[in-house]
């Protein structure tokens, strides 16, 4: 198939290009490097064999958007990009409900006046927000505690009334967990700009020695060691997951919804010791207060996405460790020269 993957240059997004390419698919990626490196796609092109086409620019574009759609004819597009900082999405929900929602309007737009009718979409187990308890299953109810969720919460609603109204339109909707890990190579992983707001990448951080210190946000959460539990699933993982549900939309239209994750929850610190086992390194942390809008526990409920998409997350927390350990220590600067 000839896929269009926005945000193909990012995290999740060059794993799942590495897949696309290993599997025959054409790919094009689109994406304004604002939060990406395009090293990423060099390396990309270096793991597959192949390369990806590649334009830079943002899908907010229309313009630019109709050009890659003339010129490239996409079946199908994987949408990965958009902002994904909690904490900025906060201070600056415009700039999310513009680069996340409206951004997928004008995508949705485009695809009609082109003729592509399927989309996978990259949404997040954050819509489960505190409404209901884990293991959540994908008709469990669904609410956001932050701009970021509701900018995923809103998309989900629209990709459904789209495919509503256009009995063509094939939507898969993947609700990630909390992926982490990187590439068995080495040569791609995951590389935020700044401070890094997610667990692992800081643990990544302290052990490379570019970071003092671990804060743990609480400890006194209802959990067995009272800090938070997630269900930590490998990039590898998520990526072949794009692939599977790409597969299904092939099989008739409507809009659908993955879980996009393992069902076994880590606490903070069961990952601390794992990172420490895969590192050699001890992670010194600290006990701080709990971090304003996080849950104590998500995980996924993932026998939907096993029985219709017949995938299953199967890297470990100790893989996803130790392929972390392994890209940072090849690239301690991340992709920068
Ligand atoms: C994991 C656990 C923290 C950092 C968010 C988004 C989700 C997705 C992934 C984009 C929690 C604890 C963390 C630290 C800590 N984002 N923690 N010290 O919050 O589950 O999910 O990121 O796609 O949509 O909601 O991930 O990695 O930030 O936190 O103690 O320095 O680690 O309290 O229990 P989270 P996280």
Redesign the pocket.
């Known amino acids: 198939m000839r896929v269009l993957v926005t945000g193909g240059a990012g995290y999740?997004g060059s794993h799942t290009t590495v897949e696309l390419l290993g599997q025959g698919h054409q790919v094009l990626v689109l994406d304004d490097l604002s939060n990406s490196s395009e090293e990423s796609l060099r390396r990309v092109a270096e793991l597959a064999g192949r390369p990806a086409d590649f334009v830079q620019a943002n899908v907010g574009d229309a313009a630019e958007l109709d050009a890659a759609f003339t010129s490239f004819r996409p079946d199908a597009v994987i949408h990965f990009a958009g902002r994904?900082?909690?904490g900025e999405s906060t201070r600056l929900p415009l700039l999310y409900y513009r680069e996340n929602v409206a951004a997928t309007v004008t995508l949705l737009e485009t695809m009609a006046a082109h003729g592509c009718h399927q989309i996978v979409f990259?949404s997040?187990?954050?819509v489960y927000g505190s409404a209901s308890e884990p293991p959540f299953t994908e008709d469990a109810p669904t609410g956001a505690t932050?701009p970021?969720?509701h900018t995923?919460h809103m998309i989900e609603q629209i990709l459904a009334d789209a495919a509503a109204a256009d009995p063509s339109l094939s939507v898969a909707v993947l609700r990630?967990?909390?992926?982490?890990g990187a590439h068995e190579s080495g040569r791609i992983g995951e590389d935020p700009k700044g401070i890094?707001?997610?667990?692992?990448?800081?643990?990544a951080q302290v052990a490379a020695g570019r970071r003092t210190g671990?804060?743990?946000?609480?400890n006194d959460?209802p959990t067995p060691d009272g800090?938070?539990?997630?269900d930590?699933i490998h990039v590898v993982d998520v990526a072949q997951g794009h692939l599977a549900a790409l597969a299904r939309l092939a099989d008739g239209a409507g809009c659908q919804t993955w879980n996009l994750g393992t069902g076994r929850p880590f606490?903070?610190l069961e990952?601390i010791s794992a990172y420490e086992a895969a590192s050699g390194v001890r992670i010194p942390?600290q006990i701080?207060d709990?971090?304003p809008?996080?849950?104590?526990a998500?995980y996924a409920d993932v026998s939907k996405a096993g029985r219709e998409l017949d995938w299953t997350a199967h890297r470990s927390l100790e893989q996803a460790c130790a392929d972390t350990v392994r890209w940072q220590a090849a690239n301690p600067d991340g992709y920068a020269q």
Do not use: C, E, M, W
């Open positions: 999740i994904k900082a909690v990259s997040s187990a954050t932050n970021y969720g995923k990630y967990f909390n992926p982490i890094p707001n997610n667990l692992l990448p800081f643990v671990l804060q743990v946000f609480g959460y800090t938070g539990l997630r930590y606490s903070v990952v942390y701080v709990r971090r809008g996080d849950v104590a998500s």
